[in-house]
């Protein structure tokens, strides 16, 4: 299984924290943050869900995954440094 559906949905994630944290710090339109926070959400769901379904429940990368902002990230990196060590 690759890791580009995991880099996706923490590149989504990490992009929409930004989004939500920008609009908060500045302007605070509602309509913006009702919008982008269940993007954010769903992202970060997603990139648990991946995680999981690639590398399971009682991993390192499981645990790094439910890091917000850049735990996707960590978990993708952690999956490609696993798949390269040889067993």
């Known amino acids: 299984m ?3 559906p995991l880099r996706i949905a923490a590149t989504v994630e990490l992009v929409s ?3 939500l944290l920008a609009n908060l710090a500045t302007v605070h339109v509602a309509e913006v943050a009702s919008l982008v926070g269940p993007v954010h959400g769903c992202a970060y769901l997603a ?3 991946l995680t999981v379904a690639r590398a399971g429940w009682r991993s ?4 790094l995954s439910v ?3 850049v735990g996707g990230w960590a978990a993708a990196a952690a999956l490609e440094r696993s ?5």
């Open 60 to 63: 390192r990368a499981a645990a």
């Open 67 to 69: 890091v917000p902002a």
């Open 83 to 87: 798949a390269t060590v040889p067993d």
């Open 47 to 49: 990139a648990i869900a």
């Open 17 to 19: 924290l930004v989004v």
């Open 2 to 4: 690759s890791a580009v």
